[in-house]
């Protein structure tokens, strides 16, 4: 029976913050069955595409998404039926062009989101394909990720005194992707028992990471690398660390400084964040950082770029927001040598494959990413090994919705058996 779609429903899920978000399936005429969830951000770029909630303060604080799925129930939908699953480009455009604005602000980008993830989903059970294989074909062997592991939360998604969003592991000596996980789980659990020992909080933030109120960002690195230790690796031998400075968060747009609103109150330059991260950088193993300058600050990211980006993976997240338009100004102007893909930013597969392909045509890295509001959904553990980005952020070692991609990795890895081999880690 025919690949074409059928019927195409959406209902309200929840994502991990206990808002609204969409959840749709696919049917197509052959019987095959595809349900996408859509994620979340707390700290969204500026150049996003728009994300459609219904505003209605009696509902859900307003966040409900009932007039997005009204949208794609009775306007996307009925535009797509008929077409072919297995055309995803051909799907997506059709979406994007019934929409018809630049940032998918007319229907939702999650409700266009929903339908473009649903659709492939249901394309490869069609093939009864795993999605990694059907969306990245037949290779000799599959390029498993290197996990960037968010084991201390600040910034936005945690009510902590930590500046910085994110504080990372990175282990990469593994030999497969089991044994890395493995690495970063008991740094994790040795981190959470010094933290205990020092009479500090072990709750954790949005993203499972923990959510103590350290001192600084410095603190926070050196702690880092003594549960490293202590868990029985070699900071930077075994497990290196990154950064997602979120700074756009901490931008001030009417002084152009960068502000330590949690911790000190100190107001800062783009000179001397940059000073500040070269600094890091020559003397622990920092190996990424994430939005360290603010999203139109194009100037500083150059600077940044000349400064420390032949030593440094610079990811571009609000910066880029998975628009490889945006990506382009970023090569042209080399303004960072990384991207952060999200699949929500964007607002369907299509586009999110264009980005990761711009990027690696112009040997820049990509790290595949989740949102902060996140689903048990996995389908990013399926991009990251599809497209053999070779990295992956999706959260700590703990809370369901981080570890069903960590799961789904780990699934992908056994049924893959000698076709998995680890990627390497960040080298400029």
């Avoid at 095959?32 to 150049?47: F, N, Q, R, W, Y």
């Avoid at 949208?71 to 535009?79: I, R, S, V, W, Y």
């Avoid at 410095?218 to 202590?230: F, H, N, P, R």
Wanted: charged share 20%; proline share 3%; net charge negative.
């Amino acid at each position: 029976m025919s690949s074409k779609i059928k019927s195409i429903s959406a209902f309200e899920c929840l994502d991990s913050r206990g808002f609204p978000t969409i959840s749709a399936t696919v049917e197509l005429e052959n019987g095959a069955l595809g349900t996408a969830m859509v994620p979340s951000g707390a700290s969204t770029g500026e150049h996003e595409a728009h994300e459609l909630r219904d505003e209605d303060a009696k509902r859900y604080k307003g966040k409900g998404v009932l007039k997005a799925i009204a949208n794609l129930e009775k306007t996307l939908a009925p535009a797509v039926i008929g077409l072919d699953a297995c055309d995803q480009q051909a799907i997506d455009q059709k979406l994007i062009a019934t929409d018809g604005s630049e940032n998918k602000q007319n229907l939702g980008a999650n409700a266009i989101l929903a339908i473009s993830l649903a659709t492939a989903q249901a394309a490869a059970a069609s093939q009864r394909l795993p999605l990694f294989r059907y969306i990245g074909g037949e290779q000799a062997t599959y390029k498993m990720p290197v996990p960037m592991v968010n084991v201390i939360n600040g910034g936005a998604h945690a009510a902590n005194s930590l500046d910085f969003q994110e504080f990372m592991l990175v282990p990469h000596s593994g030999k497969t992707f089991s044994e890395n996980i493995q690495a970063a789980s008991e740094v994790f659990h040795t981190l959470k028992k010094n933290l205990q020992k020092k009479g500090m909080s072990t709750g954790i933030g949005d993203e499972g990471g923990f959510a103590p109120n350290l001192k600084d960002a410095e603190t926070t690195i050196l702690t880092l690398l003594e549960a490293i230790s202590d868990a029985g690796y070699e900071p930077g031998k075994d497990i290196a660390l990154a950064l997602d400075v979120a700074a756009s968060e901490m931008y001030n747009r009417e002084t152009g400084k960068y502000v330590f609103k949690k911790s000190s109150g100190e107001s800062v330059s783009s000179d001397d964040l940059i000073n500040l991260y070269a600094g890091w950088t020559s003397k622990y193993p920092l190996v990424s950082i994430e939005d360290g300058l603010d999203e139109n600050d194009w100037a500083g990211w150059t600077k940044l770029m000349a400064t420390i980006g032949n030593k440094t993976q610079l990811v571009g997240d609000d910066l880029f927001v998975t628009n490889a338009k945006r990506l382009q100004d970023g090569i042209n102007k080399k303004a960072a040598n990384s991207i952060l893909i999200k699949v929500n930013q964007i607002g369907t597969l299509s586009e999110t494959l264009q980005s990761i392909a711009l990027a690696h045509e112009h040997q820049m890295t990509a790290v595949m990413s989740h949102r902060s509001g996140e689903t048990e959904d996995t389908i990013i553990a399926d991009l990251a090994v599809a497209t053999a980005c070779g990295q992956i952020k999706t959260g700590s070692v703990c809370r369901g919705e981080r570890t069903a991609k960590y799961n789904r990795l780990l699934w992908i890895e056994k049924f893959l058996s000698n076709k998995a081999v680890m990627a390497t880690p960040f080298k400029a």
